[in-house]
């Protein structure tokens, strides 16, 4: 079984920072591509941030220059540096992973549960 679990919501107000985790779990090979979408009250899940094992990076227009994606590979974990939030930041923040479990697995896309975060003006 493979796990996903975020951390590092909460509330912030406008300009402020937060640091949200992703750390996997479980039964896991090798992770290919990890990333951060986000899905805001009455509106699609969005990309916002992706980045490939060897660590390069791709941002949404609406978060470049402000949020930062990471990952380390021995403790399969990765992380959202947010900085200079606005209130349309507002969403919850889910992770995801395209991993295998096997060698001769094929790559499987896994979620995790979600993390509020909630920006005030």
């Known amino acids: 079984q493979v796990q996903l679990v975020e951390s590092g919501g909460g509330l912030v107000q406008a300009g402020g920072s937060l640091r949200l985790s992703c750390a996997a779990s479980?039964?896991?090979?090798?992770?290919?591509?990890m990333a951060w979408y986000r899905q805001a009250p009455g509106k699609r899940r969005e990309l916002v941030a992706v980045?490939?094992?060897?660590?390069?990076?791709n941002y949404a227009d609406s978060v470049k220059g402000r949020f930062t994606i990471s990952r380390d590979n021995v403790k399969n974990t990765m992380y959202l540096q947010m900085g200079s939030l606005k209130p349309d930041d507002t969403a919850v923040y889910y992770c995801?992973?395209?991993?295998?479990?096997?060698?001769?697995?094929?790559?499987?896309?896994?979620w995790g549960q979600g993390t509020q975060v909630t920006v005030s003006s």
């Open positions: 995801n992973a395209v991993l295998k479990t096997a060698a001769t697995r094929p790559n499987f896309n896994y």
């Open positions: 479980g039964s896991i090979f090798s992770i290919n591509v």
């Open positions: 980045i490939a094992s060897g660590g390069s990076t």
